[in-house]
């Protein structure tokens, strides 16, 4: 099967593998694979993930799923998830990745023989992984550029022979304060990729976007790398630079009257979409202290995603958690703002579970109760990949749906 390659879009094929060889095994090359799940909107990436010691395991993969599709196999070990080595990390913490990810998710893997040969002779994992990228790799970078009234983004683009887009950038400038060097190739403008484009558009596009922009760069040596790759340069792999928005992990401790909040299951009248919203937070109550605000739109229960599921559901999670719960959510203009971008608000967010932790001193949830609030988890296992559904919301689409006091 033959496939096209786009440098900044990638390629529609099922196993993007490396052709570095950093190790060898008697006549073989141990060479990680970097395989890319492209899901659709209500589609689940189809495997399950477990652990054993210090080894993310793939496991269960579903019949002609985007992980099939993409190479990945039963017994694979995860090196990486969307360029974040991860052998070390907490099992919680890694699933929170896979799920907040999007439509889009990379892994880097090994076989499981490959793997643990790799192990048993002290093979340093994590350089096998980045000798996959290069001497000269760096992730790309989403920038949120605030126009000055004068001086507007403070950078120039050029298109460089047809073939990509280079910014050239005023010192102090608005572009510069928001994390862009000279140099730098533009890939995407909130949301748009440049590829797509003609100069004119691209222009036009940054100027017409009011008073602020958010674009995603590389410099020219990584994108020489995602090149050599062929793997797409998307935000899904990026680090954040001064973004306007954020979502918040608020720990609340139960009062006398329970946390003082009202959870809605809200429907949006233009969509009949449902989202879940903090309402009615009363003055004083344990939930006006941990910073919630009335319209907050919740994203998380104890750090796991919960915009796909039932409001009672939510409920039941929430009260299963004893006198302790962590409530992830964002304001609605935060919400607007990345479902514009077309990205995920938990996609930048700490982990929460691991927050949770640290301010209260103590684990958050009984260990009776853990198994429940970790739903979807049990013995170590993802069965299923919950859904990082795209909400397209705004104040005036409102229609309530059903309502809990929390």
Not at 390 to 403: D, H
Request: proline fraction near 5%; charged fraction near 25%.
């Amino acid at each position: 099967r033959d496939f096209t390659f786009n440098p900044k879009e990638g390629i529609d094929n099922p196993a993007l593998v490396m052709t570095d060889d950093p190790v060898k095994n008697g006549d073989k090359h141990v060479v990680p694979r970097l395989c890319h799940l492209k899901r659709s909107e209500g589609q689940s990436f189809g495997f399950h993930l477990c652990k054993y010691s210090q080894a993310f395991e793939i496991t269960d993969l579903d019949p002609w799923s985007p992980a099939e599709h993409s190479g990945l196999k039963d017994g694979d070990r995860v090196l990486e998830v969307n360029e974040e080595y991860v052998v070390n990390m907490d099992f919680n913490r890694v699933a929170r990745k896979i799920q907040s990810c999007g439509l889009h998710l990379f892994l880097l893997v090994l076989k499981r023989e490959e793997y643990e040969w790799a192990v048993s002779i002290g093979v340093d994992l994590k350089f096998l992984a980045e000798a996959t990228k290069g001497d000269h790799w760096s992730r790309p970078r989403l920038c949120h550029i605030q126009k000055h009234p004068k001086h507007g983004l403070g950078m120039t683009v050029v298109s460089v022979d047809g073939i990509y887009f280079a910014v050239t950038i005023f010192i102090d400038g608005p572009a510069e304060k928001a994390g862009i060097f000279n140099g730098d190739r533009l890939i995407w403008i909130n949301g748009l990729m440049v590829s797509t484009l003609r100069y004119s558009a691209v222009i036009k596009t940054l100027k017409k976007r009011g008073d602020s922009v958010t674009v995603l760069v590389i410099d020219s040596d990584s994108e020489s790398c995602y090149i050599r790759r062929k793997m797409p340069i998307m935000p899904v792999v990026a680090q954040s630079c001064s973004l306007p928005h954020s979502a918040k992990t608020m720990n609340l401790v139960k009062g006398s009257d329970g946390y003082g909040f009202l959870l809605r299951q809200e429907k949006l009248a233009c969509t009949q979409q449902k989202v879940h919203v903090l309402r009615e937070v009363d003055m004083g109550s344990p939930a006006e202290g941990a910073g919630m605000e009335d319209g907050d739109l919740l994203l998380a229960v104890n750090g796991e995603p919960i915009e796909s599921m039932e409001h009672e559901d939510i409920v039941r999670k929430i009260r299963q958690s004893g006198d302790k719960v962590s409530l992830t959510a964002i304001s609605i203009p935060g919400r607007d703002f990345y479902r514009e971008l077309g990205i995920s608000p938990l996609l930048f967010h700490e982990d929460c579970s691991h927050r949770c932790i640290n301010n209260w001193e103590e684990a958050p949830l009984r260990k009776q109760d853990r198994k429940e609030a970790d739903s979807g988890f049990h013995s170590g296992y993802v069965p299923e990949l919950p859904e990082t559904v795209r909400i397209q919301v705004g104040p005036q689409c409102f229609t309530e749906v059903r309502q809990s006091a929390v």
